[in-house]
Nanobody, 123 residues
Framework: QVQLVESGGGLVQTGGTLTLSCAAH????????MGWYRQVPGKERELIAA???????WHADSIQGRFTISRDDARDTLYLQMNSVKAEDTGVYYC?????????????????WGQGTQVTVSS
C-alpha cells in the first residue's frame, strides 16, 4: 500500500519557483509532525523543513526565507513552496514524519520512504 506520494518536482531555472506536494496516508500524517527531506548525490538524506499539527514550522538555514512548508490536515497533504531556488537546491525531495517536537526534532530514520520527486535547478 502506497503511503507517501511526492509530486511537483521538475526542471526550474535559478531564481524560479516550484511547489511540491506530498499525499500521505492518514496513519502517517495525522497528529504527527511532518517534514521535507532532501537528498543530493553522494550525501545522506537530510531534513530541511518540518511542521507540526499546530502549524508551527522549522526551516533549515539553507532554505530559510526562500522555502515555506505547510500542511492541509483535511487532505493529509504536505506542501513545500520553493522560491528563489538555487543550484544547490537540486536533489530528490521526500516527505515523511518527523519525531519529537519542533524545538527538538528527530528525523525519520526508518526504511519506508516514498519515491521522492526530483528537483533540478539550472543556471
Amino acid at each position: 500500500q502506497v503511503q507517501l506520494v511526492e509530486s511537483g518536482g521538475g526542471l526550474v531555472q535559478t531564481g524560479g519557483t516550484l511547489t511540491l506536494s506530498c499525499a500521505a496516508h492518514a496513519t502517517i500524517f495525522r497528529g504527527n509532525p511532518m517534514g521535507w527531506y532532501r537528498q543530493v548525490p553522494g550525501k545522506e538524506r537530510e531534513l530541511i523543513a518540518a511542521v507540526d499539527h499546530n502549524g508551527i514550522t522549522w526551516h533549515a538555514d539553507s532554505i530559510q526565507g526562500r522555502f515555506t512548508i505547510s500542511r492541509d490536515d483535511a487532505r493529509d497533504t504536505l506542501y513545500l513552496q520553493m522560491n528563489s531556488v538555487k543550484a544547490e537546491d537540486t536533489g530528490v525531495y521526500y516527505c515523511n514524519s518527523v519525531g519529537g517536537t519542533i524545538s527538538s526534532l528527530r528525523p525519520w530514520r526508518g526504511d519506508y520512504w516514498g519515491q521522492g520527486t526530483q528537483v533540478t535547478v539550472s543556471s
